[in-house]
């Protein structure tokens, strides 16, 4: 891959540059300054207008990161943790070896992320999906009914004991997996 600090463009503010036209021409990292372009040069809290920027990013696929000169890791870091995006300090701007480092680190975390979130845009993508997504409820399903049976010793007043919130997809799997742990686990039937 080659890596220019050649400008492509030039924008009065980062919030003149659109995410989607980013994600168009194929963007899928940015990687940005905390001085005077993520922010005024001393300011220690991300605007609602950069969280807005940002969160336009992910949206569109494409993770923000900071890349800062500090040797000191303090005001970047904690602005970036603020943020929730990563950063890099001490990376000699305009030198490559920081650019390198901060992308690196992105690619690593994107490998681990296409192994936790496969794309299921394909039966084996899907299917993978769908066993991760069980794996998960059942261990949270199985772990809640362990807990409350050393603690009360039955199942049988589980419903007043607890709740479940069902606000996505993958959570409706904790149906059949609670209905598998009561009916041939616990040997309750349907009444």
Known sequence: MSLSPIPRGVYSSIYSISPKALADRGVRLVLADLDNTLAPYKVTQPSPELVAWKEALSANGIALFLLSNSRK????????EKLG????????????????????R?????????????A????????????????FVSAT????CRKHKAEYG???????KHVIQINDTHPTLV?????????????????
């Open 73 to 80: 890791p303090g005001r970047a870091q904690s602005f970036a």
């Open 85 to 104: 995006i990563p950063c890099q300090g001490h990376s000699g701007k305009p030198k490559k070896a920081g650019y390198l480092k901060a992308m690196e």
């Open 106 to 118: 992105q690619a690593n975390a994107e490998i681990i992320s296409k192994q936790l979130y496969p």
């Open 120 to 135: 299921d845009n394909h039966r084996e993508g899907k299917s993978l999906r769908l066993k991760q997504q069980y794996f």
């Open 141 to 144: 399903v199985q772990s809640i």
């Open 154 to 160: 039955t199942l049988r007043n589980f419903a007043r």
């Open 175 to 191: 149906i059949p997996e609670l209905m598998r742990i009561l009916l041939d686990e616990e040997g309750y039937g349907w009444e």
